[in-house]
């Protein structure tokens, strides 16, 4: 008797909790851990490129987070209502941060523009079935890559303002140039699990700064 009522606790706890992967099913939420690689790798920020990321996505939020041997961490928070885009660099004890609006992100995408070629293979990534397509440079043709995204997870708006506008799913397998650096991601685990809300704000102890300002202290790493 004792035995079977332990069970029935020990069953409501692990398959009716609000965390429980297994109650927690909502295909727009969860996190997903990334390895990375600089693709040119005598590239002068090469050496800040760090070896993996994890995104957290809720909804029409995304946010992606890499650190460089501890020392090196940027962030990027997407907020799909409002059509911004935070960057967030912290190097030692400098934390600064800018702000892109919906008109940064446009000409940031025309500068970075792609094309897709769709292919009918479907690849299994971090155990999830994956679409295959491949990716041109509209101004430079000849540079493409494969790109890998599945529909079983749902980001909102995610891409709307980037490159990738159209891809109806979640990337699983990419590209991404930002300061002239371009680093390919490709998912190793994904996790559906709540993410809380306050993840997707910016610390007050950042500083603000202009995206001219930003690109000047990127510079300055250089």
Same mark, same amino acid.
């Given at each position: 008797?004792?035995?079977?009522?332990?069970?029935?606790?020990?069953?409501?706890?692990?398959?009716?909790?609000?965390?429980?992967?297994?109650f @927690?099913?909502?295909?727009?939420?969860?996190v997903?851990?990334?390895?990375?690689?600089?693709?040119?790798?005598? @590239?002068?920020?090469?050496?800040?490129?760090?070896?993996?990321?994890?995104?957290?996505?809720?909804?029409?939020?995304?946010?992606?987070?890499?650190s460089?041997?501890?020392?090196?961490?940027?962030?990027?928070?997407?907020?799909?209502?409002?059509?911004? !885009?935070?960057?967030?660099?912290?190097?030692?004890?400098?934390?600064?941060?800018?702000?892109?609006?919906?008109?940064?992100?446009?000409?940031?995408?025309?500068?970075?523009?792609?094309?897709?070629?769709?292919?009918?293979?479907?690849?299994?990534l971090?155990?999830?079935?994956?679409?295959?397509?491949?990716?041109?440079?509209?101004?430079?043709?000849?540079?493409?890559?494969?790109?890998?995204?599945?529909?079983? !997870?749902?980001?909102?708006?995610?891409?709307?303002?980037s490159?990738?506008?159209?891809?109806?799913?979640?990337?699983?397998?990419?590209?991404?140039?930002?300061?002239?650096?371009?680093?390919?991601?490709?998912?190793?685990?994904?996790?559906?699990?709540?993410?809380? %809300?306050?993840?997707?704000?910016?610390?007050?102890?950042?500083?603000?700064?202009?995206?001219?300002?930003?690109? %000047?202290?990127?510079?300055? !790493?250089?």
């Amino acid at each position: 008797m004792i035995k079977n009522v332990f069970f029935l606790v020990f069953f409501s706890i692990v398959f009716f909790s609000c965390d429980s992967p297994v109650f @927690h099913n909502k295909k727009s939420e969860g996190v997903i851990e990334y390895k990375v690689e600089a693709v040119d790798k005598q @590239h002068p920020l090469a050496g800040l490129a760090p070896d993996k990321a994890v995104l957290k996505f809720k909804d029409n939020k995304y946010l992606i987070e890499m650190s460089t041997m501890g020392v090196f961490k940027t962030t990027f928070i997407i907020d799909g209502d409002k059509k911004t !885009l935070t960057e967030m660099i912290k190097f030692m004890d400098i934390k600064n941060a800018c702000i892109e609006t919906q008109e940064d992100l446009v000409q940031e995408a025309n500068m970075y523009a792609l094309k897709f070629k769709e292919t009918n293979e479907k690849v299994k990534l971090a155990n999830y079935k994956c679409h295959k397509l491949y990716a041109y440079y509209v101004r430079n043709p000849q540079d493409s890559f494969e790109v890998l995204y599945t529909k079983d !997870l749902e980001p909102k708006d995610i891409y709307e303002l980037s490159a990738y506008k159209g891809i109806q799913g979640m990337l699983m397998k990419y590209r991404l140039r930002k300061w002239g650096l371009e680093l390919e991601f490709t998912a190793q685990n994904v996790s559906l699990q709540q993410v809380p %809300d306050e993840e997707f704000e910016l610390p007050s102890y950042y500083k603000i700064m202009s995206k001219k300002e930003m690109e %000047d202290f990127i510079k300055s !790493l250089q």
